[in-house]
């Protein structure tokens, strides 16, 4: 037999088999969208066993983005569908994340022809029906024709017990590719280069023996991810288009056609959506990922992101206070200005707690403080300017310091006034009197490091103030070395200082649309 591959490393293999082994199990042959469909489903019914809701179950299958209800649900029923989509929306909303959590949910394992550069399941070597589906490729082909000679290769004649088989976990190269598209990705990109050390070998450039994988070959059998797709040339957005049309990818330097069928995910900014050509947007299915309408999501945004080993105490509040400044800077900026378009990102929310917790650090502050939090919003929001000049980028810092300088405050207020309202309605039972022992206790305390010390210890004494201090610890991450009771004062002196231990109706401020 003639030499198989491209001389590209195999993807991992686990048990092994041949295609008569594969036929007598009754291993299924199916497409990438028929694989994800199947594993959707699987899923879904599983949550649902446990009680979740349909929307929950949806949810469910994209564990590390937050997004509103409705797009997880337009999400799972295209891929159900067995439709390719494309996430478009603002920059920095999650649609990259969206699209890795879609591989992630891909199921992994799969037979495939030992060393076949593009993963053929063995079975489309040896029966008809499945080769007609699902073409094999040229070097298989190839492969296991007689003499060598691909014009000879019938499936029905081929010793399904000469044909070696494995299983491989999908990974990039193999089932999995990724492309972030530009102006600079051209066709060869995608179809594939050839390998000069086999054309050595070999001889003949044409051969389909020589050819290097390209995306579209590496994603064979699993999912392709287009980053940024509007940004490819329409010569390579050409290429891709035969792939999805057909889910077949002819290399120019190539007389024959090899396998690329793959679940295609795009991502696009609002900006590129025009230059995506109309037949390849046509097989794509348009699905808007925006900023997330709800604090409380954006709080969970923030919360995922959060690593456990913090240096330094960042109170609940200020975070809570950091979302609602980006939150309302995304009401109240403009979209016209493209060199501050990424200032309200999901990115940006999550570098507001990241940074005023590095800030706090280079401060030798434990607990992190409002100043913290005021120069983490500004190094957040100001790194997310784009710089296009000097007198640009310092007149949209001007923007960025006077805006936080306006809205931090209200924030803060409306955050403690939140956190206040919890505590006291959910462990106080809105106890007036309890209310007005915990404040008692507080004040008494926060100034005493005496009286500190001795309710740090187990013990009755400040039992109000205890039942605060578990509040807080249940609720926050604090670093090794820092006492729960000194985060807890450090949070009460938030409270004392901006929400004056009132309660009005905040605790409904996480369903609340912006």
């Known amino acids: 037999m003639a030499a198989s591959g491209s001389g590209r490393s195999a993807a991992p293999s686990?048990?092994?088999?041949?295609?008569?082994?594969?036929?007598?199990?009754?291993?299924?042959?199916?497409?990438?969208?028929?694989?994800?469909?199947?594993?959707?489903?699987?899923?879904?019914?599983?949550?649902?066993?446990?009680?979740?809701?349909?929307?929950?179950?949806?949810?469910?299958?994209?564990?590390?983005?937050?997004?509103?209800?409705?797009?997880?649900?337009?999400?799972?029923?295209?891929?159900?569908?067995?439709?390719?989509?494309?996430?478009?929306?603002?920059?920095?909303?999650?649609?990259?994340?969206?699209?890795?959590?879609?591989?992630?949910?891909?199921?992994?394992?799969?037979?495939?022809?030992?060393?076949?550069?593009?993963?053929?399941?063995?079975?489309s070597i040896v029966d008809p029906k499945v080769a007609e589906r699902f073409p094999p490729c040229p070097i298989c082909r190839r492969r296991f024709a007689p003499d060598n000679d691909v014009s000879a290769f019938r499936p029905d004649s081929v010793d399904a017990t000469k044909v070696p088989a494995e299983q491989v976990r999908l990974r990039e190269g193999f089932g999995f590719a990724r492309l972030q598209g530009s102006s600079e990705v051209f066709p060869d990109h995608?179809?594939?280069?050839?390998?000069?050390?086999?054309?050595?070998?070999?001889?003949?450039p044409m051969s389909p023996l020589v050819l290097e994988p390209g995306k579209l070959l590496q994603a064979n059998r699993g999912l392709l991810l287009v980053d940024e797709i509007g940004k490819l040339p329409l010569g390579t957005q050409n290429v891709l288009l035969q792939a999805l049309q057909e889910g077949t990818v002819t290399p120019s330097k190539s007389r024959e056609s090899f396998p690329g069928m793959f679940v295609a995910v795009g991502t696009s900014n609002l900006s590129d959506l025009d230059n995506i050509n109309d037949p390849l947007s046509d097989r794509l299915t348009s699905l808007h990922v925006t900023y997330n309408p709800l604090h409380a999501a954006n709080r969970r945004i923030v919360q995922l992101a959060t690593p456990a080993d913090l240096a330094s105490f960042v109170p609940e509040i200020l975070v809570?206070?950091?979302?609602?400044?980006?939150?309302?800077?995304?009401?109240?900026?403009?979209?016209?200005?493209?060199?501050?378009?990424?200032?309200?990102?999901?990115?940006?929310?999550?570098?507001?707690?990241?940074?005023?917790?590095?800030?706090?650090?280079?401060?030798?502050?434990?607990?992190?403080?409002?100043?913290?939090?005021?120069?983490?919003?500004?190094?957040?929001?100001?790194?997310?300017?784009?710089?296009?000049s000097g007198d640009s980028f310092d007149q949209n810092e001007r923007r960025v310091r006077e805006f936080v300088d306006q809205h931090l405050e209200p924030a803060l207020k409306r955050s403690s006034g939140v956190y206040w309202c919890r505590f006291y309605r959910t462990v106080l039972k809105e106890n007036k009197s309890e209310g007005e022992a915990v404040v008692?206790?507080?004040?008494?305390?926060?100034?005493?490091?005496?009286?500190?010390?001795?309710?740090?210890?187990?013990?009755?004494?400040?039992?109000?103030?205890?039942?605060?201090?578990?509040?807080?610890?249940?609720?926050?991450?604090?670093?090794?070395?820092?006492?729960?009771?000194?985060?807890?004062?450090?949070?009460?002196?938030?409270?004392?200082?901006?929400?004056?231990?009132?309660?009005?109706?905040e605790d409904a401020d996480d369903d609340a649309r912006l």
């Open 190 to 204: 995608l179809t594939g280069n050839i390998n000069l050390r086999r054309l050595e070998e070999i001889g003949d």
């Open 320 to 388: 809570d206070a950091g979302v609602r400044v980006i939150e309302t800077w995304r009401q109240k900026a403009s979209d016209d200005n493209p060199d501050i378009g990424e200032v309200g990102s999901n990115r940006t929310l999550i570098d507001v707690a990241a940074r005023t917790g590095a800030t706090a650090v280079l401060h030798d502050h434990p607990v992190a403080s409002v100043d913290d939090v005021k120069g983490g919003l500004l190094h957040a929001m100001r790194g997310r300017i784009r710089a296009r």
């Open 14 to 123: 686990g048990p092994k088999a041949t295609a008569q082994q594969l036929k007598e199990r009754g291993v299924p042959v199916e497409s990438p969208t028929e694989r994800l469909r199947a594993e959707i489903l699987r899923r879904i019914d599983a949550a649902r066993k446990q009680g979740l809701s349909r929307e929950e179950a949806a949810a469910s299958l994209f564990p590390r983005t937050v997004l509103p209800s409705e797009t997880y649900e337009d999400l799972t029923t295209a891929l159900v569908a067995g439709s390719h989509v494309l996430f478009f929306g603002p920059s920095g909303a999650g649609k990259t994340n969206l699209a890795k959590e879609v591989w992630e949910l891909f199921p992994k394992d799969a037979w495939v022809v030992s060393a076949c550069p593009v993963l053929d399941h063995p079975l």
């Open 440 to 505: 008692s206790e507080g004040r008494r305390l926060k100034d005493d490091a005496a009286l500190l010390d001795s309710i740090a210890a187990p013990g009755t004494e400040f039992p109000r103030f205890r039942a605060f201090t578990a509040y807080v610890g249940e609720r926050g991450r604090r670093p090794p070395g820092l006492r729960t009771v000194d985060a807890a004062v450090a949070t009460f002196a938030l409270l004392e200082r901006y929400s004056m231990f009132t309660c009005q109706g």
